[in-house]
Every structure is written in structure tokens, then in C-alpha cells.
């Protein structure tokens, strides 16, 4: 299951396009906001979430992939919940995939998953990726760390988070049928 995480304050793009592509992709997705159901992102858009934070438990849940919008004050939100740093916290212990996009890349350096690999972020929070080599890629895997510059690249992140969960040729897919 991927859980991706709503706060308030999110980057609508980086959030709907992942979840939309995953769909299509036939991938599982659950969406959380934390603080309940109804999250509205940077740009006065509000989302119904799937799950409220608390009605979701990272012991009791079979992870694949965490996905973190970027956006602000979403990505402060998101750092600041215990619920997502619990989520990623077993993400890693599992061994599967932890992706941010924008400013939430800063959460994963602040946790200390960076260190040693290749990452990117929105300019100016590249000193949040302690002990990472920052990338110029617009999207970038190191392992099972995936980072992704920003809202613009909102659509090659979800392609590589579909990659990396099934295979390049089910994203390239998904890409051509959106951009058909």
C-alpha cells in the first residue's frame, strides 16, 4: 500500500498528480490528512482525504511507499506530525520506499535518511538535505529514496514512483495516456 499525506498547506499538484498516476497505474493508494479528513492545500483547494491520522496505524499497516507533498506550511505540517514520522520510521525499517517532492525532501535530511545518497529539492532547502549529494536531476532514486525538485515535475516523480513500484514500461504507459 503507498500512503501519501496530506497537511495543511500542501502543494495540490505534487499530491493529486502522484495519487492520480498511481491509480491509474492500478496501484493502491491511500491518502491521509493529518488533522482529519478535509485538508486544504497552499492554493485554497480543498481534499477529502481517504483516512484521517488517526484513524491509521504504521505498525498495523503493510507499507510499500510513503509519499510526501511538498508545499508550505504543508511540508512544517508534515514534519511536525508524529503520525508521518512513525509512517516513514517504518517505511525504513521495511525497506520500502520513501518519496518527497519540493520542500518535504528537507523532512527526510532532517531524519537523517539522506546521508550518503543523491537527492533534490525546491532551491533554497538544499541545506535540509544533511549529508546528501544534491542532484541538479529534476527527479532522482537512490535506493528506495525518491526526491523530486518541484511542482513542475510533479508528473516524472509519479512516473518514477510507478517505476519503482511495478516497472518503467507500466509508467511510460501512464505518462502517454495523460499526455496522449
Known sequence: ??????????????????????RRAGISVTTVGIGGEYITGAHGITVKADVSDKDVCAECSSIDM?????GMPGTLNLAASETVCAFIKKAVERNAFVAAICAAPSILGEMGLLAGKEAICYPGFEEKLIGAAVSTSKVVRDGNVITAKAAGCADLFA??????????????????????
Request: aromatic share 10%; charged share 25%; net charge negative.
Open 159 to 180: 512516473a518514477e514512483l510507478i517505476a519503482a513500484l511495478k516497472d518503467k514500461e507500466s509508467a511510460e504507459k501512464v505518462l502517454a495516456s495523460v499526455f496522449a
Open 1 to 22: 500500500m503507498v500512503y501519501l499525506f496530506l497537511a495543511e498547506g500542501f502543494e495540490e499538484v505534487e499530491a493529486l498528480t502522484p495519487v492520480d498516476y498511481l
Open 66 to 70: 510513503v509519499v510526501l507533498p511538498g
